[in-house]
Structure formats: C-alpha cells, structure tokens
Nanobody
Framework: QLQLVESGGGLVQAGGSLRLSCAAS????????MGWFRQAPGKERECVGS????????DYADSVKGRFTISRDNAKNTLYLQMMSLKPEDTAIYYC????????????????WGQGTQVTVSS
C-alpha cells in the first residue's frame, strides 16, 4: 500500500500563493503517475495536474495552466503543487493521487488517494 499525506492548505486572499506537499510512505512512489485533484462543493472531482515518473513531463487542466506548477522528488517520495495567482474559484479540497494512466483524468485512474487538504481563496 502507498500512503499519501497532504499538507500546506489554508486560507489565502485572491492573487496569493500556496504550496501543497504530499508525502508518500509505505512503498516508493517513483513508478506511479502522480497528480493533484480537487473537489469543490457540489462539483465533481477534477484533475488539475499530473507528472510522470521522470519528474519532468507534466500535464495541466486548462483552468490552472500558467498559474499552477506540479513537481515531484522521487528521492524524497514527495509531490508538490505550487499555486500562484489564486482565484476564489480555486477553492476546493485538494487531493494527492497515484495512478498508472497518462495523463490522469478521473477517479477511475487512481490507485491511491490522500485524505485531502482544504484550500480557501477569499475575494
């Protein structure tokens, strides 16, 4: 089993920045496609970004391109999401996820989930 624990969420004003981290344990996460999903109240869970095991190849949802950067450090078993120019519509619970499909698209692609961290952007 791969355990995933997110941190770094919180309350930020519009235009601000946050950096989320996801620490993996139980086994190495290097073979997996890693990603960040988010779910806002009343909406479906969506993937905002994915990164391949090579630590270089990334994919983003159109809504966050140019504002969010996903990265991973396989040596540290850690995934990151740098979020800049945050908007109120970015408010959601953000989940770390591990899967095998490229890019990650939906919940059916995921083998392991974190418990989530709340991000709230005030206007």
């Amino acid at each position: 089993q791969l355990q995933l624990v997110e941190s770094g969420g919180g309350l930020v004003q519009a235009g601000g920045s946050l950096r989320l981290s996801c620490a993996a344990s139980g086994r190495t996460f290097s073979p997996y496609v890693m990603g960040w999903f988010r779910q806002a109240p009343g909406k479906e869970r969506e993937c905002v970004g994915s990164v391949l095991s090579n630590e270089e190849t990334t994919d983003y949802a159109d809504s966050v391109k140019g504002r969010f950067t996903i990265s991973r450090d396989n040596a540290k078993n850690t995934l990151y999401l740098q979020m800049m120019s945050l908007k109120p519509e970015d408010t959601a619970i953000y989940y770390c996820a591990a899967g095998s499909r490229w890019p990650l698209i939906g919940a059916n692609d995921i083998h392991f989930w974190g418990q989530g961290t709340q991000v709230t952007v005030s206007s």
